[in-house]
């Protein structure tokens, strides 16, 4: 039987994908603006077509070229102000010109389904006007509604934080999707859950200087949370294809050089609460995560939202450890740095809820999903480890991106602690 086709805009690294391939689709196609992001999403995808493309030149004429098979299902986070401007349509902002494009897309593509996911904010006040002309600009184009809109929270599906998402969904030529219903008899994992069986970067010293190391994992006692991150059994795969990869692997675990200073006040801050000094917020080992963010890319400063501080080390978390708080199984890698590891785990979209999104999809378009027989490699390596420069010459471009300044960081920051601490959580 042949599986239901997705097209992911403004893609990322995939982690909305990775929860539709899971509930039971093909990701096929993938737009991704920044040149590093694209490599990581063709590292992961190495079957699904990635155009590290601009979304606003992009046709779907141009997408379709390179497809074998029409596209169900078309989905996106759009990026946007949501800016009403008194008198003057949303739309017409320059600023939501993103959003803009993902409507022309659809309307390219001609899926039966769409599904466009924001940030909360986009419902209320003032961006409150974009995402009604957006509605409307969709029901114009043919497509009926699943009203009212929801935000979904990540921790009623199965993830270890508290991460709150816009959804919007439309269907043509099927019924509408519904918005998945959360499960009250189901607690989200603990941050124990979610890390407990990973052992501390800072035991091996291969980690001050590479992201990964081989490490003798130990299979006893491990709980339901961690089982399926580290994809032991076939259920932990879900409908998505298996990736042949090393599981002795710890990836995405560079350590972080702390001040002595700082880890003692880490090690006084109490879990659930942020350190004062620093503003980082501390796990707490029964409760979940705060949002994980993604802070600013480089045109604007590259500052990325600080990592938590462990619960039960005096350090912030590593990019693994993010990846499990996000819900990313331990096969999906991301680029080398802290820095653009953490951005891309911030900017993603959980698996888990996109699974459940995807799923509610699924069902309206009468398909069974189908467990795919045949595992498949993933990518070189090198495309984990290219700087922005390389990486745009690897997939033909202009660098869309200011080069990240460093010369205000490091060196300014060193001069006190607070700002050091600041410095190592974001990589």
């Known amino acids: 039987m042949t599986r239901p086709t997705v097209v992911d805009v403004f893609a990322g690294v995939g982690g909305l994908g990775l929860g539709f391939e899971q509930a039971g689709f093909d990701v096929v196609a993938a737009i991704e603006l920044d040149p590093v992001h694209a490599a990581t999403h063709a590292f992961n995808f190495p079957l699904c077509e990635t155009f590290c493309a601009d979304a606003t030149k992009i046709g779907g004429m141009e997408i379709l070229s390179q497809l074998h098979a029409p596209v169900d299902v078309v989905v996106g986070g759009a990026p946007c102000q949501g800016f009403s401007m008194i008198g003057k349509r949303a739309l017409d902002d320059p600023r939501n010109e993103l959003v ?4 022309r897309l659809v309307v390219e593509l001609d899926p039966s389904v769409f599904v466009l996911e924001n940030v909360r904010g986009l ?5 409150r006007q974009l995402l009604d002309e957006v509605t409307a600009e969709f029901q114009g184009a043919g497509y009926s509604m699943t009203l009212p809109w929801q935000v979904l929270n990540a921790r009623d599906y199965g993830v270890p934080q508290d991460r709150q998402r816009l959804f919007l969904i439309g269907a043509k030529r099927v019924r509408t999707p519904r918005y998945p219903t959360p499960d009250p008899s189901a607690p989200p994992p603990s941050c124990r859950d979610a890390l407990g069986d990973l052992p501390n970067a800072e035991d091996f010293d291969e980690l001050t200087s590479s992201d990964t190391v081989r490490i003798d994992r130990d299979l006893v006692g491990l709980n339901a949370y961690a089982r399926s991150m580290r ?29 002595d200073i700082s880890r003692r006040r880490f090690r006084r801050t109490p879990p659930g609460t942020v350190e004062p ?30 990592r938590p501080i462990h619960y039960s080390y005096d350090r912030c978390v590593t990019v693994r450890e993010m990846a499990r708080l996000q819900g990313f199984p331990d096969w999906f890698r991301f680029h080398v740095t802290k820095w653009h590891g953490a951005r891309q785990i911030g900017n993603s979209v959980p698996p888990p809820l996109a699974r459940a999104v995807a799923a509610s999809v699924l069902e309206v378009l009468c398909v069974d999903p189908v467990t795919p027989r045949a ?6 390596p090198r495309l984990l480890e290219m700087d922005m ?10 660098v869309p991106i200011g080069k990240r300044d460093r010369k205000s960081g490091a060196t300014k920051r060193k001069q006190r602690d607070i700002e050091q601490d600041r410095v190592a959580a974001t990589g």
Do not use: M
């Open 100 to 103: 803009k494009h993902f409507l």
């Open 123 to 127: 419902t209320v006040g003032k961006h």
């Open 231 to 259: 994809c032991l059994g076939n259920d932990a795969w879900h409908f998505g294809y298996v990736r042949d990869w090393d599981a002795q692997l710890l990836t995405a675990s560079l350590r972080t050089d702390h001040t």
């Open 277 to 306: 000094i620093s503003r980082l917020f501390k796990l707490a080992a029964d409760g979940v995560s705060n949002t994980l963010r993604a802070g600013t890319d480089a045109a604007r400063g590259a500052f990325t939202s600080p």
């Open 375 to 380: 595992s498949i490699p993933l990518g070189s």
């Open 389 to 398: 420069t390389e990486a745009a010459v690897h997939w033909g471009v202009d």
